[in-house]
């Protein structure tokens, strides 16, 4: 096991319409895309797309949404430790002008403990929130023995700040800024309480406000992505994690900053396509973005 993700697994079904039906109406999509979906679950495939393949923990159920989930972790070589739900999760996504809408169904009760995972040889943990009990549990051992922790703060979830005490590494959303009511520079003074050396908070085309070793606030512009060219944002930020993450997995010995003008590249790749999948880079396209696109003004 050279990383583990834990979150929850989700399929996304994502389309795009100029009219969404209400009462008795029916409509016709113009695109669509079917794919696996979660924060941990798509950063976790795009650090298997980009070459270095992790083990995920994360909720199954016994139908046949889930199975085509496995059949999807299966192509990418992803090892899978479920925990068990009664249902599989479903979101429906709606890319509009930049933003999008998502509807999510999603069991979250999961039938069983958290299994007891043989860690040796692992190197990276990322955590989206999700599964609180298994979250606390892993940070917590990882710390204990030296490895990287990671934490895509997207929301507040039931333990996160009692989390963030294990977490090395924690990258938020403005999201989480709204719900503390604080704002993006005081969120990164939260994380340098909370012990976390390396942390930051994701502003979508206004770029990432982050600090290092170092304790210095600063902020790190996004990639100028045409708008012409902008598909869906969705998966973008987990995207960013999952590119970070092997990032730091290729080159440990490199400064925050390289891996997370990596990540940026990955994400402004991203948001040209329509699914998570079709959204996940190579390490070639990560180049081209990083040729492409200047930094926003």
Same mark, same amino acid.
Not at 54 to 67: E, K
Not at 277 to 288: A, F, K, Q, R, V
């Given at each position: 096991?050279?990383?583990?993700?834990?979150?929850?697994?989700?399929?996304?079904?994502?389309?795009?319409?100029?009219?969404?039906?209400?009462?008795?109406?029916?409509?016709?999509?113009?695109?669509?895309?079917?794919?696996?979906?979660?924060?941990?679950?798509?950063?976790?495939?795009?650090?298997?797309?980009?070459?270095?393949?992790?083990?995920?923990?994360?909720?199954?159920?016994?139908?046949?949404?889930?199975?085509?989930?496995?059949?999807? +972790?299966?192509?990418?070589?992803?090892? !899978?430790?479920?925990?068990? %739900?009664?249902?599989?999760?479903?979101?429906?996504?709606? $890319?509009?002008?930049?933003?999008?809408?998502?509807?999510?169904?999603?069991?979250?009760?999961?039938?069983?403990?958290?299994?007891?995972?043989?860690?040796?040889?692992? &190197?990276?943990?990322?955590?989206?929130? /999700?599964?609180?009990?298994?979250?606390?549990?892993?940070?917590?051992?990882?710390?204990?023995?030296?490895?990287?922790?990671?934490?895509?703060?997207?929301?507040?979830?039931?333990?996160?700040?009692?989390? #963030?005490?294990?977490?090395? %590494?924690?990258?938020?959303?403005?999201?989480?800024?709204?719900?503390?009511?604080?704002? $993006?520079?005081?969120?990164?003074?939260?994380?340098?309480?909370?012990?976390?050396? !390396?942390?930051?908070?994701? #502003?979508?085309? &206004?770029?990432?406000?982050?600090?290092?070793?170092?304790?210095?606030?600063?902020?790190?512009?996004? #990639?100028?992505?045409?708008?012409?060219? %902008?598909?869906?944002?969705?998966?973008?930020?987990?995207?960013? /994690?999952?590119?970070?993450?092997?990032?730091?997995?290729?080159?440990?010995?490199?400064?925050?900053?390289?891996?997370?003008?990596?990540? &940026?590249? +990955?994400?402004?790749?991203?948001?040209?396509?329509?699914? !998570?999948?079709?959204?996940?880079?190579?390490?070639?396209?990560?180049?081209? +973005?990083?040729?492409?696109?200047?930094?926003?003004?």
């Amino acid at each position: 096991m050279e990383a583990l993700f834990i979150g929850q697994t989700y399929i996304d079904i994502t389309f795009v319409t100029d009219h969404f039906p209400t009462g008795d109406e029916k409509a016709v999509a113009k695109e669509y895309a079917v794919s696996f979906g979660g924060n941990a679950v798509s950063a976790a495939f795009c650090c298997a797309k980009l070459g270095i393949v992790p083990d995920l923990l994360t909720s199954l159920a016994n139908d046949w949404l889930s199975r085509m989930f496995l059949d999807m +972790a299966a192509k990418y070589g992803i090892s !899978i430790h479920p925990r068990m %739900v009664r249902e599989a999760s479903l979101s429906f996504v709606m $890319p509009n002008n930049g933003k999008r809408a998502i509807l999510r169904c999603r069991d979250d009760h999961y039938l069983h403990p958290v299994p007891p995972l043989d860690i040796t040889g692992c &190197r990276a943990l990322h955590l989206d929130g /999700h599964q609180a009990d298994a979250a606390i549990y892993y940070a917590k051992l990882c710390r204990e023995r030296g490895i990287l922790t990671s934490l895509d703060g997207g929301g507040i979830r039931s333990n996160t700040l009692e989390l #963030l005490e294990f977490i090395d %590494v924690a990258v938020c959303s403005e999201r989480l800024c709204e719900q503390l009511r604080v704002s $993006p520079e005081e969120l990164c003074q939260l994380l340098q309480e909370k012990g976390c050396r !390396i942390g930051g908070v994701t #502003l979508g085309e &206004r770029g990432l406000v982050w600090y290092d070793e170092s304790g210095i606030i600063r902020t790190m512009p996004a #990639l100028a992505v045409p708008p012409h060219e %902008v598909k869906d944002t969705n998966g973008a930020g987990d995207i960013f /994690h999952g590119a970070y993450i092997y990032s730091y997995l290729s080159a440990p010995e490199r400064p925050w900053v390289d891996h997370f003008l990596f990540a &940026r590249a +990955a994400s402004a790749h991203s948001v040209r396509f329509l699914g !998570i999948e079709s959204s996940l880079p190579t390490l070639d396209d990560i180049e081209n +973005a990083m040729r492409l696109y200047k930094e926003a003004a």
